[in-house]
């Protein structure tokens, strides 16, 4: 056979494929994302190119200009209609623009944005050798107590590289509670959690139980992910497709046009369950609702506070988020299958944290099951099933996360010798020393055990009533009996706070700078405003409540 025969062979076999149709991709509409993960990149040529003096200011002033930014897109989206009468799929049905996307997306960013200023705080430990100091290792990658790490303290060191991996994580938050196909939904996962992993490891005081933290939370959420992936392979098995609609069309049988290699599998009600099993069990992880909290405790207690409180509060926005997209669009014909599951989780959850939380002696562990038994309380708007337990799920996160950043952002301020006093024993008498910074931690943990006047109650309030008309009467009891187990231990820590005697060695509130100031005062608006005046953000949250299909 002739060359040209053979080379005409390869022509004429390669004639018939048309061209391949490039993307069509909606810039405008994740702008939000694009912003945030495009300032993450340029956080990292930052760390290449700018010298390192100057390194912290630009880094600081780069992710607030954009995590401004991006939330101003999120501002503009939704006042073009793009949250209710426009809500579509965006990025060849790869990522949902819709009301509670833009909401969640909202709420991520702007609790970034005051958790940014806590990491970016720098008054709180004394000068060492002449330069300030923040919460992050000198050197991350020299070994605790070694001479490098000596050596990098005293040259000034510090680890900027918070900052884009902040961006990075928020980055990925934002895709996930909007991702309308599995693969995104994966992708985003890991893109939020890998910089987490990292940011747990870098504490500048006890490096080894920050490095220990980040080790479990690594090696757990390693887990959850390749159950996950299991899980979305199986789903894939199932219905042919990663897509949201497509599964959901499968699943109710609505289905057109099979693809007859596919036929044979599909319809195999055995994929789908332990499929959907598998994905829920990976963003129940992130939740942290029991049995899958064990990492909660541990990494809320190593990790440096300041990425303790940012983590609380935007990784439960972005898990929830995503959950609730998967239960409402892709599984709603399964209602029957998976809310006793998921009833099950949220009574065990919520008691679960409520009790284990009145055994903890130290304030981040405390927090930690106090989270976990509020993971509880948000699933009971999740089994709602209804537009109410929708919008009571969006109001909820809002409130929580910025009442939890400044609970975290308080005990980043009582301190000893040995950095942060965490230890109870250490906050008696606190209201006596510094009445203001026990007046505001009060105030958190008030909104935490959900007193009226506060956004907790707010928030209590809408989800039961959601659970309650969605016929799960019986969950708001055993909800309104841990709370009120709930509320035996933070006000523990108020009594401990205001009657107890100051000792005399103990530890001494630091002045903050204005950047965690902002912080809390923002937190403490945002507890009052929505405990007092809840009704306009309930209207907004139930406008934004409506999922595209």
């Not at 006042?79 to 949902?96: D, F, N, P, R």
């Amino acid at each position: 056979m002739s060359a040209s025969a053979v080379h005409s062979l390869w022509t004429t076999a390669a004639d018939p494929i048309s061209k391949i149709d490039a993307p069509k991709i909606e810039y405008g509409q994740l702008s939000p994302t694009l912003i945030v993960i495009g300032a993450a990149v340029l956080g990292v040529l930052v760390e290449a190119f700018v010298p390192r003096k100057s390194r912290y200011y630009v880094q600081v002033f780069l992710s607030v200009v954009a995590l401004a930014a991006a939330f101003a897109a999120v501002v503009g989206l939704a006042a073009g209609g793009y949250g209710t009468t426009k809500a579509h799929i965006a990025a060849m049905g790869a990522i949902a623009v819709d009301g509670p996307a833009l909401f969640l997306q909202g709420t991520i960013l702007l609790a970034g944005l005051v958790a940014i200023f806590t990491f970016a705080e720098r008054r709180l430990d004394p000068e060492a050798h002449g330069n300030r100091v923040d919460s992050f290792a000198a050197q991350a990658a020299s070994v605790p107590g070694s001479d490098s790490e000596k050596a990098a303290v005293k040259a000034g060191f510090t680890t900027t590289e918070v900052f884009p991996l902040a961006l990075f994580a928020i980055g990925g938050m934002l895709v996930f509670p909007a991702a309308n196909d599995l693969l995104t939904l994966f992708v985003a996962l890991e893109v939020f959690s890998l910089p987490l992993y990292l940011l747990c490891a870098v504490a500048r005081r006890k490096r080894l139980m920050s490095q220990e933290a980040a080790v479990k939370y690594f090696l757990l959420g390693a887990f959850a992910s390749a159950f996950t992936l299991f899980g979305i392979a199986l789903l894939y098995g199932y219905a042919g497709s990663v897509s949201y609609a497509t599964i959901a069309s499968v699943a109710d049988g609505t289905v057109q046009n099979v693809d007859p290699a596919l036929a044979d599998t599909m319809g195999n009600d055995a994929l789908l369950l332990i499929g959907m099993a598998l994905v829920v069990m990976g963003l129940l992880f992130k939740v942290g609702a029991v049995p899958f909290h064990m990492w909660t405790p541990d990494v809320y207690q190593g990790a440096p506070t300041p990425v303790t409180g940012f983590m609380a509060a935007a990784t439960k926005v972005a898990a929830f988020g995503a959950l609730l997209r998967l239960l409402y669009v892709v599984l709603p014909g399964l209602r029957w299958d998976w809310r006793p599951v998921m009833w099950a989780v949220a009574i065990v959850t919520m008691l679960a944290g409520a009790v284990v939380a009145i055994t903890q002696t130290d304030i981040k562990r405390l927090l930690a099951y106090s989270s976990i038994a509020h993971a509880g309380f948000i699933l009971a708007g999740v089994i709602a099933t209804s537009p109410d337990g929708v919008s009571s799920v969006l109001f909820y996160l809002g409130a929580y996360s910025f009442v939890t950043i400044g609970a975290f952002a308080v005990v980043t301020l009582v301190r000893d010798a040995g950095g942060e006093a965490t230890h109870l024993s250490k906050w008696a008498g606190l209201g006596r020393r510094s009445p203001l910074v026990a007046a505001v931690f009060a105030i958190f943990l008030l909104a935490f055990a959900g007193i009226p006047l506060t956004s907790g109650f707010a928030g209590k309030f809408a989800v039961f009533k959601a659970a309650a008309e969605g016929g799960a009467g019986a969950l708001v009891v055993v909800g309104v009996i841990s709370s009120a187990i709930a509320a035996f231990f933070y006000i523990r820590v108020i009594v401990l706070m205001f009657f107890s005697e100051p000792k005399a060695d103990g530890p001494t509130v630091a002045v903050p700078s204005p950047l965690t100031m902002t912080t809390i005062a923002v937190g403490v608006a945002v507890t009052v405003v929505l405990g007092v005046a809840p009704q306009y953000f309930l209207d907004l949250a139930s406008q934004a409540g409506v999922f595209v299909r």
